[in-house]
């Protein structure tokens, strides 16, 4: 009966495309009950990736997720509290038909903008938590993912919280021009502040993290930590070639090629995420929930 059910799927791959609302990574089978990995191409139960935290069972590959799943895998059970949930982006350059996909955006998605913010607690420490989504206009950095993140983080500069962000990002938002361009700057110098308080900030680089991102806050952690095979990088490689005329070597732009060379502290695989996180929060002098607190 499954053969029957997957050859089917074969004769109609036009089923797939035309499936909107995806949950996470690409070749999905219709009715949510079975994906298709795009590492090892085989057809997985949804349950059994779900069971595995969103990881292939066959080969392990790290599918996308989105920022409310991301946080409830991450932090101790019930402790997030969001921040600043009613800010929503609007169109500064009164772009064409942007608002319309905005609000469309925000039905699909549930998210009001790209990134999620908040506060939770990890291995009962408390801690400033971001979470970014790719299914939100790919994560690009609008005006109000900007904002978001730099009161997150100037929140935390005040209440002496570290900061986690789980970037995800395809870059620059192109309908906001030059209010997307000056995220970066707004983050980054935010960030200056809590670093000069002696906070600590660790970035987790997930699949795809890239474009302004990449080039602000992405990169600017005490610890850089990227989940194992994401697409990491600033520009595509056609441009990078195109510029510098050479030939780029294979796999340059991912999480392990990151940490061979420096980029990227540790890849670290998602069942390892927390506890990882949990070290490098105690490590750093954080303490144990006090009751008084969130
Ligand atoms: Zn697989």
């Not at 109000?144 to 002496?160: D, H, N, P, S, Y």
Request: net charge positive; aromatic share 6%.
């Amino acid at each position: 009966m499954l053969k029957e059910h997957f050859k089917r799927q074969a004769e109609e791959p036009a089923e797939l495309t035309k499936k909107k609302n995806r949950p996470a990574g690409r070749g999905q089978v219709p009715d949510g009950m079975f994906r298709k990995c795009d590492g090892c191409r085989k057809v997985v139960c949804e349950e059994d990736v779900q069971k595995n935290l969103y990881c292939c069972p066959e080969c392990g590959k790290h599918f996308r997720i989105e920022p409310r799943v991301r946080i409830t895998l991450t932090v101790d059970a019930d402790s997030f509290r969001e921040w600043d949930a009613g800010l929503v982006g609007k169109n500064p350059l009164g772009f064409d038909g942007y608002e319309e996909k905005l609000q469309q955006v925000r039905e699909s998605t549930g998210l009001s903008e790209a990134v999620l913010t908040g506060e939770a607690l990890i291995g009962g420490i408390r801690t400033a938590i971001g979470a970014m989504s790719a299914d939100f206009l790919m994560g690009s950095m609008g005006e109000a993912v900007g904002e978001k993140i730099t009161r997150m983080v100037e929140r935390a500069t005040r209440e002496r919280l570290p900061v986690i962000l789980f970037c995800c990002s395809g870059g620059a938002r192109m309908q906001e021009g030059i209010f997307s361009l000056m995220q970066m700057a707004k983050t980054a110098q935010a960030l200056k502040k809590h670093d000069e308080a002696g906070l600590l900030y660790v970035p987790v680089l997930t699949d795809p993290t890239t474009g302004g991102v990449t080039a602000s806050f992405a990169m600017l952690g005490d610890v850089i930590l990227a989940e194992q095979e994401a697409l990491i990088g600033f520009a595509g490689p056609r441009v990078i070639r195109q510029t510098i005329g050479q030939k780029l070597p294979a796999g340059f732009q991912s999480a392990e090629f990151l940490q061979k060379h420096g980029f990227a502290d540790r890849v670290v695989k998602r069942r390892q995420l927390r506890k990882t996180l949990t070290i490098l929060l105690q490590s750093a002098g954080g303490k144990e929930y006090d009751g008084k607190t969130i």
